[in-house]
């Protein structure tokens, strides 16, 4: 067999291969779409109804109450690890430190988003058994927060290695300090920020392993920061093994809803990614 035809064979697989992965992603969306979109246009009500008393054996009500369980649980942590992953990503550069010192911690960041969500969860259920606590919704974001925190890490890490070193060279002949420095290679690195902030919702909000131990199951509205409640995925999880038909209905409902958030959440990063890449170097205006 010659290169040529060694080539040509390399071809027809990759593009076998791509195809493949695009055509089981869009049988996942067709099917979610199919029978999630049609019980939402039967009965759209059951994403903003709370759940009623018999929910999880009837499915009467709606599931409003995992909804605002994954804004309220996702949104507060992925505050806390962008602040957290962004500072760590500053100190990762060679103005803060040396670069063995980076390749160290880089090392343990690829192992930590390369560990199963559940291990999380059960860290943080081993945090909760010996102080005593029971699960709840602080729990949950202290979980989350810690699993986002490499993704977030890392993307933010490789944004502003990528960032222009003219950008730096600029500012210290202008007399800038380091603070000031790295605030504007954060700037020119915020494409890149911004993918890792979304990335890490989307990963966040998508994730059911974590929070099955930390957060509880609940059927109730969130009512503090301090009691039991659920989000979408492990809504999902439930009620996808229900006898009960028109749970499980719900539960391709809530799946559909699941899927429209995270499409929408990688189209705002594109958008936004766009908005901001104007006021980087090179970035058209």
Same mark, same amino acid.
């Given at each position: 067999m010659n290169r040529y035809t060694t080539q040509r064979l390399f071809g027809v697989a990759v593009r076998a291969a791509a195809l493949l992965v695009v *055509? =089981? %992603?869009l049988l996942v969306i067709g099917v979610t779409v199919s029978r999630g979109g *049609? =019980? %939402? %246009?039967?009965d759209p009500s059951i994403v903003l109804t709370p &759940? $009623?008393?018999r929910y999880m054996l009837e499915g009467t009500g709606g599931f409003l109450h995992a909804v605002l369980g994954s804004l309220f649980i996702v949104g507060p942590a992925t505050v806390v690890s962008m602040v957290a992953a962004v500072s760590t990503a500053v100190y990762l550069q060679s103005d803060y430190s040396s670069e063995r010192f980076s390749e160290v911690v880089n090392m343990f960041l690829n192992v930590l988003w390369g560990t199963p969500p559940i291990v999380y969860g059960v860290f943080v259920l081993t945090i909760i058994i010996a102080t005593g606590a029971q699960t709840s919704l602080f729990f949950g974001i202290v979980a989350i927060a810690i699993f986002q925190y490499p993704i977030m890490t890392r993307y933010t890490d490789e944004a502003l290695r990528a960032a222009p070193e003219t950008v730096r060279e600029s500012t210290y002949g202008l007399g800038a300090t380091r603070f000031e420095s790295m605030r504007m290679t954060v700037r020119a690195a915020a494409p890149g920020v911004i993918a890792g902030l979304v990335m890490g919702f989307a990963r !966040?909000? $998508?994730d059911a392993a974590t929070v099955l131990f930390t957060t509880g199951r609940s059927t109730r509205m &969130? $009512? !503090?920061l301090f009691e039991a409640a659920t989000t979408l995925p492990v809504l999902i999880f439930d009620q996808a093994m229900s006898f009960n038909a028109e749970v499980r209905s719900h539960a391709y409902a809530a799946a559909f809803v699941l899927t429209v958030v995270v499409l929408g959440l990688v189209l705002l990063s594109k958008l936004l990614a766009g908005r901001y890449a104007r006021y980087t170097p090179g970035g058209n205006r």
């Open positions: *055509g =089981v %992603l *049609g =019980v %939402l %246009l039967a &759940p $009623g008393a !966040g909000i $998508g &969130p $009512g !503090g």
